[in-house]
């Protein structure tokens, strides 16, 4: 409401930070796992008797840490700069909520971003070149940094789901900072930390994995099958650990949002939000099937383990990796931050006043809606040449109530016809339908189903008409375009 | 008594009366060939894995599927009411076409590396029949539903047997028990679906693997022609059983995510007297013969015109299905050049006659 809307038409905002986050998590977390496998291989070499395989151990990695250093420290940068961007874009409330709170914390992430930089690159020139003991401590240190911006940012991320009772009671005083680590070490960071760190060791093996393949079998069959199986070793904690945490985060989870888990069990009826069971039940077998082909594949076959079995374990990891992600993200559900903020950017506590008020009475970016007692409302000083300005705006206003509102309140999740399109979702409907729909919504009674996973329509009965009339519109065109022509079974 | 002989004198017990120990030495000492193209030799795997999934799958749904005038209602429960009744479903739905898909890249690698030729043609000829009997699997199983689009694709489909002459509309009318698509279809297409193919498919499968463990993968001329010593083999076992197996748990993985992100929707009910919706069509695996035929009948008009395009359409089949008998290739390693051009024909008309199938549905 306080920032323009960011529209964006078939993918839909979330898939914007989505698929960044993704590739950036695949990477971040192979960042923090490969960080502690660099220095411990190395140790591991160094403590073998003088002689070809710990020579070719030492060669291997420093080819490894080359690999490493160009994935994490440039796409993996790169990526996370473009999270960045994206959330500021597409949710800046909840954007600006986080920064408010967590402004240090970023702070420390990146002193330790900084030394994590510094580290590799050093880490990666110097092999060779110094003393090794010296070489393995700056591998060392790099462990340490890169691990603690897992620690931080991990903080920040479970905030969202479970910001914790402590820092609700001061949330929209703004005071909120004062509670920085009650919000930081809320009910879920725990489980989370040790399920990124599991992760990250498996991210390190399989990542590991991709090097090793390529080593040739044939030419050095007791490299290739010592680093294969000392890399599969990394998925070990991994698959052993991880179901027990899960249980143990899902537990912190409130049984509300737990809920979601369950409700696409029994059917993939639309609008039923089935979906993230469907995509958790795909973290389950693509971490069995990792399971099984690093253990027969790459464990049992080391010699033969080749590039594009290694690719297969990429791709499966990255399938989980973003399974789970997508169903992290649904949990939250309707929350953006948990009971403190809608996923589409409006205060729980804002309601009763936004219905009030109206939706737009507080977008100073919808021209179309401008009148003086907005600015007067917000308290901004306003020249007169910049409300001329503003009012002739207002004369010429480039979409309706109704698309402004649909922007703001459904576009966080919504596209009218790509992802979640309501085009679809509402297709069958009328008009005096879709607005029993919105209102519906608007009410919020506590026995709504949609109130598990939708935030309430909020605004004024102008607002649900305006709205009403938007998707309307878009539903039933009210010029049908030409019948096509139809295809019957006897031609 | 420890577990472990307990193992043993179990399998001593079986062993003594089935003579597993011969079978195990006998698996010994196959082996595969390794080359550039052993890729290639999975994709048989993957179809017989696909046609497990199908027969587990199957199973479940018909536990509560329900032929006649309670099939919509059937499959209306068991995708929006049944406990992941929509997973099996889907399951089933897409391992259906994956199934295909692999039988036709299997069909296409046997038949590029020419794994036809003497002494193999009765797998060859076994596995075209296994084709035809999964492809009627698949559309007596499209049917099965009964929604808006099974039942129009399926009057469409039945177009390609009514237009054999003479008999077409005999076996046409068979198949849907009277002239019109209706609840005595579904009931046919059940029965074809669930005893007589399975029937018909499960014998010629053990008849075409018994083929394959006899006379082993057939390696490509290029191999063929290289001295035995420059040549490569792995163990069956474990090694390649090993690969088959991790091959297996990817295409369950890609089986996976197709029925979870993609899960297969019921339309509306059908409904006879309403017109076809737009855009109908049979399945992609029956586009190509299906767009075929529509070009022939464009090109070759009238009566005479069509049965010339059937001839023209069954010859096609028939010259393809008997090359193990045309193509001997007398000398290994000669690659019998008509044949491999027959072949890329064949892929390019497939795909492109499937290319425009989808281009002109609208």
Redesign the interface.
Known sequence: MNYPFWDIPILGSGWVIGIIAIFHVMISQFAVGGGLYLPLAERKAMRMPEGPLRDAWLTQLAVYSKFFLILTAVFGTVSGVGIWFAIGLTHPEATSTLIHNFVFGWAMEWVFFLVELTTIAVYYTTWGKIDPKLHLKVGWVYAGASAFTLIIINGILTFMLTPGDTWLAVAGTGHEASKFWYAFFNPTYWPSLFLRTCVCCALAGIWALITASRIDGDKQPELKTSLVKWSVKWLVPSFVATPFILIWYLWMVPASQRALLSLGIDTIGSGTFSVITRIALLIIITSATIVGVAYFLAYRNPRDFNLSHAIALLLLALMATGAGEYSREMLRKPYVIGRWMFSNGVRVPYVARINQEGYLAHSMWVWNDYDESHAKHLEILVSPEQERQWSSYASQPSYSRGEAIFRGECGSCHTLNGYRPLAKLLAGRDQANIRSFISMLHDYKPDSPYRRFMPPMVGTKQDIDDLTNFLNAQVNPPTPAAQKPMQTAQK | MTSKTVASSVYDWVDERLGLSELAAFARHKTVPVHSQSFWYYWGGISLFLFIVQCFTGVLLLVYYRPGADAYESVRQI?????????IR?AHAWAASLMIFSILVHMFSVYFMKAYRKPRELGWLSGMALLGVASVFGFSGYLLPMDELSY?AT??GL?IPSAIPGIGEAIANMLRGGPDVSDFTVQRFFALHVVVLPAIFVPLLGFHLWLVQRYGNAAPPSEEAKPASERKT?PFLP?FL??D??MW??S??IL??LA??F?W?LGKPFDPLA??P???HPEWYFMSPFEMLKLLGVVLQGEAGEIAGILLFTLGIVLWILIPFYDRGKEFGQRARAAHYFGLLAVFALLATTVIGYWT??
Not at chain 2, 79 to 87: A, C, D, Y
């Open positions: 995708t929006f009411v049944m406990n992941f009744g929509w997973l889907s129009f009057k469409v177009q792995m090694n090993r690969k197996l991790a748990l990817i369950l993985n996976a995510l979870s992100v899960p929707s017109p076809a737009v855009g109908i549905i609208r």
